[in-house]
T-cell receptor, first 114, second 105 residues
Framework: NAGVTQTPKFRILKIGQSMTLQCTQD?????MYWYRQDPGMGLKLIYY???????DKGEVPNGYNVSRSTTEDFPLRLELAAPSQTSVYFC?????????????FGDGTRLSIL | KNEVEQSPQNLTAQEGEFITINCSYS?????LHWLQQHPGGGIVSLFM???GKKKHGRLIATINIQEKHSSLHITASHPRDSAVYIC???????FGKGTHLIIQP
């Protein structure tokens, strides 16, 4: 049972480069989320999706884009990498949002922008 | 906006000690999620609870919805319990900053 799979685990980018963080889940969850985690701070929601074809902004969406073409996949795109985007990124999924079903997290992607 | 506050922020204890981590929130919610994050690792779900108490091994979570408070207890703590413990509302938006726990042998 793979759960939530994120790739890559580590990446170093130069300022201005672009990249896509991949996230896939095999639990048939409707809800998927992208978070960033900065030292000493709680998880911050970047974008989320309630199902294929539907995405919405979270707390800190600037500089990122997402798409949800299938239930399984929810990639996060950085178009013009900036040093402020250096962070650890987590993808998560859940069956529902406000109910009693827990979120399942990927192992994270550690991204450095130099 | 819901706020989630955890205490303490950092906790160092000796192996075998009973550990308590507290979580309080400002707005009424139906449930609370406890998560564990090991150094350099991913985040795993420990408990999702909406009332009373849940137990898994040496971990016990309690919640009082009316008082907007939850606690995570670890009995007979062990160095492998060293991790960051995070409480979160079930909205996918509201997370505490985490409690950094170190258990020394």
């Amino acid at each position: 049972n793979a759960g939530v799979t994120q790739t890559p685990k580590f990446r170093i980018l130069k300022i201005g480069q672009s990249m896509t963080l991949q996230c896939t889940q095999d639990m048939n969850h409707n809800y998927m989320y992208w978070y960033r985690q900065d030292p000493g701070m709680g998880l911050k929601l970047i974008y989320y999706s309630v199902g294929a074809g539907i995405t919405d902004k979270g707390e800190v969406p600037n500089g990122y884009n997402v798409s949800r073409s299938t239930t399984e996949d929810f990639p996060l795109r950085l178009e013009l990498a900036a040093p402020s985007q250096t962070s650890v990124y987590f993808c998560a999924s859940s069956y529902s949002r406000f109910g009693n079903q827990p979120q399942h997290f990927g192992d994270g992607t550690r991204l450095s922008i130099l | 906006k819901n706020e989630v506050e955890q205490s303490p922020q950092n906790l160092t204890a000796q192996e075998g000690e009973f550990i308590t981590i507290n979580c309080s929130y400002s707005v009424g919610i139906s449930a609370l999620h406890w998560l564990q994050q090991h150094p350099g690792g991913g985040i795993v779900s420990l408990f999702m609870l909406s009332s009373g108490k849940k137990k898994h091994g040496r971990l016990i979570a309690t919640i009082n919805i009316q008082e907007k408070h939850s606690s995570l207890h670890i009995t007979a703590s062990h160095p492998r319990d060293s991790a960051v413990y995070i409480c979160a509302a079930p909205d996918g938006l509201t997370f505490g900053k985490g409690t950094h726990l170190i258990i020394q042998p």
